[in-house]
């Protein structure tokens, strides 16, 4: 059974750097399009980044608000993608999830595109 387990999140002062861990056991994710997301409460879920399976080339998507700062990278041999999150400012609190993409229609940021989820990692940043 597919199961996604993230780490990493923690409190960081504005401008420091977390890098988030999506670990997957049950399945590769080789072959699947992985995407971040974030809640905060009273807010929907919104897409930061995703990247693409290994057949399409690893490419990569970035929310507006995170292009610049955040890198997506997948390391094969670890079953596992991460997210390096650089600069980060009060507006990237948020509870921080990974999830498999299971449909190929609609955009990257669908929620309704992605079936299984981990429980998230709580990221804040607070001076």
């Known amino acids: 059974q597919l199961q996604l387990v993230e780490s990493g999140g923690g409190l960081v002062q504005p401008g420091g750097s977390l890098r988030l861990s999506c670990v997957a056991s049950g399945i590769a994710l080789d072959y699947f399009t992985v995407g971040w997301f974030r809640q905060v409460p009273g807010k929907e879920r919104e897409g930061v980044s995703c990247i693409s399976g290994l057949g399409s080339g690893s490419n990569t998507k970035y929310a507006d608000s995170v292009k610049g700062r955040f890198t997506i990278s997948r390391d094969k041999t670890k079953n596992t993608i991460y997210l390096q999150m650089n600069d980060l400012t009060f507006e990237d609190t948020a509870t921080y999830y990974c999830?498999?993409?299971?449909?190929?229609?609609?955009?990257?940021?669908?929620?309704?595109?992605?079936?299984?989820w981990g429980q998230g990692t709580q990221v804040t940043v607070s001076s």
């Open positions: 999830a498999r993409r299971i449909s190929f229609g609609g955009e990257w940021y669908d929620v309704q595109a992605y079936d299984f």
